[in-house]
């Protein structure tokens, strides 16, 4: 906070002028605090207290010039402030408050981030999804197959009671399998179905 005036040179030559005169009033005790003011070369201060001494003597006095002429080139001396140094241990825990709020925010950026990627395509887990889906169909289809085959040897040995000639026996086991082959295939279809409309 300003406590003082920092003085140019217009207040120096009035105030030498005021000092000069010898007819003039101006207390001892200003007298002495003002001719060391205009005395000092180089940046001089003026208190704050010693203008208002001043002001009371000029307007006390009915002079034809005031204070605020005096001090027109004039400026405020505002001293430099001094802070004090940081508490270590205040120091050490914001930095221990700073790296746990970092973490938190590297957290919350990378928590939908899975480290088991396996390439830009998918991770591991889509990847044994995928191996689970063709495996399902790859047995699907090989136990549509077995059924086919099992069908017709069984229709094949089985008319064997009803028909003496291989040419009827290979035509019913035929019919036997196409209709247990189409209802295999409904069954089939069905159930991919299913699995492709899942979400």
Do not use: W
């Not at 508490?87 to 928590?111: F, G, H, Q, S």
């Not at 591991?124 to 047995?139: H, P």
């Not at 040897?153 to 290979?170: D, H, I, K, N």
């Amino acid at each position: 906070m300003a406590s003082a005036f920092v003085v140019g040179d217009q207040f120096k030559v009035r105030v030498t002028e005021l000092l000069e005169e010898t007819d003039s009033s101006l207390p001892e005790g200003l007298r002495q605090k003002l001719s060391v003011i205009v005395e000092k070369t180089g940046q001089t201060t003026l208190p704050f207290s010693i203008a208002r001494q001043l002001k009371k003597y000029l307007t006390g006095q009915g002079h034809p010039f005031y204070l605020h002429e005096l001090l027109e080139d004039s400026s405020l001396h505002l001293p430099e402030i001094v802070k004090a140094p940081r508490n270590p241990e205040l120091v050490a825990r914001l930095d221990l408050i700073k790296a746990r709020l970092a973490n938190e925010e590297y957290n919350k950026m990378t928590r939908n981030v899975n480290n088991q990627e396996m390439n830009r395509n998918g991770t591991l887990a889509d990847f044994g999804r995928e191996v689970r889906s063709a495996k399902a169909v790859v047995v699907t289809v090989f136990n549509f197959l077995v059924t086919i085959v099992a069908t017709f040897a069984c229709s094949y040995m089985g008319s064997q009671y009803l028909f003496t000639e291989t040419p009827a026996r290979v035509v019913s086991a035929v019919i036997a399998t196409s209709v247990v082959g189409l209802a295999e295939l409904f069954v089939l279809v069905r159930t991919m179905e299913g699995e492709l409309g899942e979400p």
